[in-house]
């Protein structure tokens, strides 16, 4: 099992080798932990470097930042550009859907010239993309995606329309679920939409998955909730949901090892 998408640097994550421990304790291979800004881009890489693996970083610039400038579309770029062979990814980036600023046209744009600037990047240097892009936004970025030939990408905690989401899976690109499919009907039409080789799971931690888990913070094991779900809807062995969504997460990414 891979969690690919947990923010293992947030506050409330007070100790992440507990954490990892668990992880790897339950059956997991790899956690990814994609960067929000600078501050988080350099907890992810350090987060990796400290846990070789086991944790795997992206840097990446989220659309719903309380401010956000062409500068750190810049400093993003350069992040990338100079740790390469320490991410996996470029993300997470994507369209201001959530929050104040998501309203904001100037948002809109400078969020659209990232996610441009960030595909690019993730297709001259080889790396995947994690996108940030719920609902309505999803089209846009998948456009934008198109123009700038991006290879391997992934529709994190993925919700659009129905045409959206088969326009992303025609592309060839992932989506991602979370344990919210254990009982969200929205995320549970998604997997039976998807064919499993195009899906894979993730926590989105700290997030709190409170219909299953309460109010604690999610963390990597969760997502074992959501393969067993998936398993129930497809009618498919939960081994076998487990071993082709860890297959797919390590093509995504391209990391070493082979599959569970
Ligand atoms: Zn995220």
Redesign the pocket.
């Known amino acids: 099992m891979i969690d690919t ?3 293992l640097d947030s506050a409330r994550y007070d100790d992440a080798a507990e954490i990892c421990r668990r992880a790897a304790a339950r059956g997991v291979e790899a956690i990814v932990v ?1 960067g ?1 800004d600078p501050s988080s881009n350099r907890a992810a890489l350090q987060l990796a470097a400290r846990f070789p693996g086991l944790v795997y970083a992206a840097a990446g610039l ?1 659309p719903e930042l309380p401010a956000l400038e062409r500068l750190d579309i810049d400093a993003m770029a350069d992040t990338v550009r100079r740790n390469r062979a320490a991410i996996c990814a470029v993300g ?1 980036v994507g369209l201001p859907y959530y929050g104040p600023a998501a309203g904001l046209p100037e948002r809109q744009a400078l969020a659209r010239e990232a996610v441009h600037c960030a595909a690019a990047l993730a297709r001259d240097m080889d790396l995947a993309l ?1 996108v ?1 892009a719920p609902h309505e936004t999803a089209a846009v970025a998948l456009q934008i995606m198109r123009g700038a030939g991006t290879r391997r990408a992934v529709f ?2 993925h919700k659009s329309d129905q045409a959206t989401t088969r326009a992303i899976l025609d592309a060839g690109f992932f989506v991602s679920l979370t344990p919210e499919v254990v009982w969200r009907e929205r995320d549970r039409e998604l997997a039976r939409l998807a064919p499993l080789d195009q899906i894979v799971v993730e926590t ?1 931690g700290p ?1 709190s998955h409170r219909r299953a888990f309460g109010d604690r913070p999610a963390e990597p094991w969760m997502v074992s909730e959501a393969i067993a779900a998936i398993a129930a809807i497809k009618g498919l062995d939960r081994a076998e949901v487990a071993g082709t969504t860890t297959v797919n997460a390590r093509k995504l990414f391209a990391l070493d090892g082979t599959d569970s």
Do not use: M, V
């Open positions: 998408h947990i923010h994609p929000i989220h997470e994690i940030h994190h905690w989105d997030y």
